[in-house]
């Protein structure tokens, strides 16, 4: 199974408030999580990302969470902030293939009201 | 900035009609993979190029093909457009040393 499936589709924030969105995976063999940020008209851009031997890793205001036990791994952006407003995927990368293609969850829309 | 670009930007063919899409790049990187992004949902990867060679595919069919050239750019081809074929088209670089890829602006294709 190649699929990642992610939670919630749609988020509504208040500012300074903290915003999770959750990723679940099936194929033990991905072994690099990239979350990326999209904004309308543009491409998505890498956010942060993180190994399966890390539990936690922090960039300043985002921060990947992994459990890698339970299949599972989640982005906490902190004191949301209106300028945050995007659609964010997670994503999954499976090295050992010859191709290292990204397995995108369907997005979550965030919305920081002011 | 990632240094990426695609053209066009948008672009509207009628269905049957064949379509090429250009990506281009300034990182240096020697793999490109293509993605189609439908409306409200995440991209889908269809193929990717190694030192201009194709190294794996997504589930698209044969009328979808490529090119990567030694300058750094690279050609999606779609042959025979039908309309599910209507969506953003993205590009990225990287991959090589690292998993990090990056893409560009995409072009948004309308089938009619």
């Known amino acids: 199974q190649q699929q990642v499936k992610q939670s919630p589709q749609s988020l509504i924030v208040q500012k300074g408030g903290i915003s999770i969105i959750n990723c679940a995976y099936e194929n033990t063999a991905f072994d690099y999580f990239p979350w990326y940020q999209q904004f309308p008209g543009k491409g998505p851009a890498l956010l942060i990302a993180i190994r399966p031997d890390v539990s936690e890793k922090k960039e300043g205001r985002f921060t990947i969470s992994f459990n890698k036990s339970a299949k599972q791994f989640s982005l906490h952006i902190m004191d949301s902030q209106p300028g945050d407003s995007a659609t964010y995927f997670c994503?999954?990368?499976?090295?050992?293939?010859?191709?290292?293609?990204?397995?995108f969850g369907s997005g979550t829309q965030l919305t920081v009201l002011p | 900035e990632t240094g990426v670009t695609q053209s066009p930007t948008h672009l509207i063919k009628t269905r049957g009609q064949q379509v090429t899409l250009r990506c281009s790049s300034q990182?240096?990187?020697?793999?490109v993979s293509w993605y189609q992004q439908a409306l409200g949902q995440g991209p889908q990867f269809i193929f990717q190029y190694y030192r201009e060679e194709e190294n794996g595919r997504g589930n698209f069919p044969p009328r979808f093909s490529g090119l990567q050239f030694p300058n750094y750019s690279s050609e999606l081809n779609v042959n025979a457009l039908e309309l599910d074929d209507s969506a953003l088209y993205l590009c990225?670089?990287?991959?090589?040393?690292?998993?990090?890829?990056?893409f560009g602006p995409g072009t948004r294709l309308t089938v009619t």
């Open positions: 994503a999954a990368i499976l090295s050992s293939g010859p191709a290292r293609q990204l397995t």
């Open positions: 990182s240096g990187h020697n793999t």
């Open positions: 990225a670089w990287g991959g090589d040393l690292n998993y990090e890829q990056y």
